[in-house]
């Protein structure tokens, strides 16, 4: 008997490996799918802008778009994450206090940028702030609660399928410039926003000061605005500098040379977990492979599609209008950049996972003096290409410092890449 009962809990506990390995393989096709749902409908929604209301009406939105997107770092405040770390812990009697704490600075940065901002475009989209990353927050409730599925049908599909067909009624029955882009935008984000709400408003309750999460979330804030200040800088500088229809060119020049990052995103969405388990059971070697295995396919991989966006770069650019091939030269140096940033594998999260994330903040906030500085010498003589070579140079630099400190870090030799098969 005591043989069987030995046999059965070894039985329950394979059983227990096999569905939470299925469970884990599920969880990252939801999110992979989710991604590639979302990737796709935006540019869906691009294209109608391009297309129907030029580049100049598109750059407006651009422009305020990002104004908006660098300050929403500010106003989440790394509190996503921090959610994710102690819902697991705390379950939900800090949320509250984090969706409070949230609102309130979203105020305060509004109020002291309407102060210095003067484009009316920018001004209107300000709430957005607020909004945007409130969902962020949700996100991260959704994540901590392991039903990525949920959030992703809702902001990747039902929210801009809702944006695109507003934006076509709107077109044809209500304005011709960028009033329907925007009024599209926020009907779409509250829908979603009411969504999140109605789905988690059972972990809602009193409001529980809690400093401790603040602290936690306050490094990882810091972090995330360097990084996105790194990949808006251009967009705001050709703002500041050029014209809206450079702006609206610039952009679309970024979302195609972005295609590139879905597979850097895949490899990182796989393998992220991965990687820290192998460290941490002391699996250096198997680790190793892992990357160098990777980072070949990745590289093979990205020469393929760069070649493509670049050899093609003209017919793909027309596609969204006549006025966005002079977008060419910018895309073809936005491609090499995104080349060097994925052919050199995940370094950052190779980093990240065996506990030196440090590495990346000072490599990020060097990156961003550089990439500012650049951008302010190269925009107003070259324009669009100016910022795209700043882009370029700040991604090579960014990511072949990641790789020269992954090959330190972990023992390896460029002629390892040439051995792994």
């Known amino acids: 008997m005591k043989g069987l009962g030995a046999n059965g ?9 096999i569905l939470y ?6 969880k990252l096709l939801q ?9 796709l409908l935006t540019m869906v929604f691009t294209f109608l802008c391009t297309r129907l209301f030029g580049a100049e009406e598109f750059g407006k939105y651009t422009f305020g778009y990002t104004v908006v997107i660098l300050f929403m770092i500010l106003a989440k405040a790394g509190l996503d994450n921090g959610l994710i770390f102690n819902i697991p812990k705390n379950g939900s009697k800090q949320i509250s206090f984090v969706f409070l704490f949230n609102f309130l600075l979203s105020i305060i940065i509004m109020v002291i940028l309407l102060l210095f901002i003067s484009d009316p475009i920018t001004i209107i989209l300000l709430p957005l702030i607020w909004m945007l990353s409130m969902e962020q927050l949700f996100f991260g409730i959704y994540r901590a609660s392991n039903n990525i599925k949920g959030f992703y049908i809702i902001n990747g599909f039902w929210s801009l399928l809702l944006r695109i067909s507003l934006l076509l009624i709107f077109y044809y029955f209500l304005s011709k ?11 779409s984000v509250t829908f979603s926003i009411l969504l999140y709400f109605y789905q988690n408003k059972s972990k809602f309750h009193k409001i529980y000061v809690d400093k401790d999460i603040l602290k936690y979330s306050a490094p990882l804030m810091f972090s995330s605005f360097i990084g996105i200040l790194i990949d808006k800088t251009d967009i705001l500088m050709i703002g500041y500098f050029s ?6 060119i610039y952009q679309v020049t970024v979302q195609v040379s972005n295609l590139l990052l879905m597979c850097l995103i895949i490899f ?23 990357y160098l295995k990777s980072t070949k396919y990745l590289f093979f991989t990205g020469m393929l599609l760069s070649l493509f966006l670049i050899l093609f770069r003209e017919e793909i650019l027309v596609v969204f209008g006549r006025e966005f091939v002079e977008g060419g030269y910018a895309l073809t140096l936005r491609v090499i950049g995104q080349f060097i940033n994925i052919s050199v594998g995940g370094v950052w999260i190779m980093l990240a996972m065996t506990g030196k994330p440090i590495y990346q903040m000072y490599t990020n906030l060097i990156t961003c ?3 500012i500085s650049l951008n302010l010498i190269l ?5 669009i290409n100016g910022a795209a070579i700043a882009s370029m140079i700040s991604l090579i630099l960014m990511n072949l410092t990641g790789f020269v400190l992954v090959l330190k870090q972990f023992d390896i030799n460029i002629k390892d890449f040439m051995k792994i098969r």
């Open 9 to 17: 809990r070894g039985e329950t506990l394979v059983i227990k490996k």
């Open 21 to 26: 390995k299925n469970d884990f393989i599920i």
């Open 31 to 39: 999110s992979f799918f989710g991604k590639v749902s979302y990737t």
């Open 177 to 187: 410039n960028v009033a329907s882009i925007v009024l599209a935008v926020y009907i």
């Open 243 to 248: 014209t809206n229809t450079s702006v609206g």
């Open 268 to 290: 990182n969405t796989v393998f992220a977990p991965k990687i820290s388990t192998l460290y941490h059971l002391g699996k250096l070697e198997k680790l190793k492979t892992i």
């Open 369 to 371: 003096i550089l990439n």
């Open 379 to 383: 925009i107003p003589k070259y324009g």
